[in-house]
């Protein structure tokens, strides 16, 4: 989950410096509980929508959106994108904020996946979702990546026809893992878990050709 801080960087980073959430599209993969979309709602986005595949974080941001009774329209579609291609037509949204998910192992076909679709499976699940958004975006992306990936992420976004900024390197702190046999991992009680922090790289890709 993207903390209120992170958030707050991100959204005030690309509304003050890049104009690029006031009276814009945007677009939210993998929204979760809604920090990033309602965020851009509350700084005057125009129209904005989440894709996430946890039905209990989507409850939860449905929850957020009525809490804060937004005048922006959020619409929120539940959606696996590691096996299926974004449901919008292509270069149809101004701006992405995404805070993706951090795996970086290869994604397996033999989850199901679509023959359609392979292309998006190469690399960790935070480029699966890079790709999804360098499809949908006319302007500009604005995500979340692990500091150690920064090469592999800057080579990518490249061959996307991206031009990237590392704006920052902040630090994010996930659950601790722990290896509780060989074959299963799980985090402490959520009362009593240890947080790992990990640097992330603060980034903003820029379309280069929207045709």
């Known amino acids: ?11 005030y980073t690309a509304h003050t410096q890049y104009d690029d959430i006031e ?31 946890d039905q209990d974080a989507l409850d939860l941001c449905q929850q957020n959106c ?19 291609i ?11 904020v995404m805070n993706p998910p951090f ?8 989850l199901g996946a679509d023959e359609g679709t392979v292309d998006y499976m190469l690399g960790g699940i935070d480029m699966i979702f890079l790709k999804h958004a360098s ?13 150690v990936t920064r090469e592999y992420i800057i080579k990518k976004a490249n061959e996307l026809n991206m ?3 590392v704006i920052a390197v902040m630090q994010f702190d996930i659950p601790k893992l722990e290896k509780k ?8 009680d959520v009362s009593n878990r240890h947080l790992k922090p990990i640097e992330v790289d603060f980034i903003r890709f820029e379309i280069k050709d929207v045709n």
Do not use: E, W
């Open 1 to 11: 989950m993207t903390t209120p801080h992170l958030a707050a960087r991100m959204l």
């Open 23 to 53: 009276n814009s599209i945007i677009g939210d993969l993998g929204i979760g509980t809604g920090m990033l979309s309602i965020a851009s709602c509350l700084m005057g986005a125009n129209f904005c929508f989440g894709l996430d595949y």
């Open 66 to 84: 009525q809490t804060f009774d937004l005048t922006t329209s959020l619409d929120i579609l539940r959606c696996d994108l590691r096996r299926t």
């Open 86 to 96: 974004v449901p919008f037509r292509h270069r149809t949204v101004d701006t992405i």
């Open 103 to 110: 795996g970086t192992k290869p994604f397996s076909s033999s």
């Open 135 to 147: 499809q949908i975006a006319t302007n500009s992306i604005y995500s979340l990546h692990k500091t």
């Open 163 to 165: 031009k990237t900024d």
């Open 181 to 188: 046999s060989k074959y299963r991992q799980t985090t402490t």
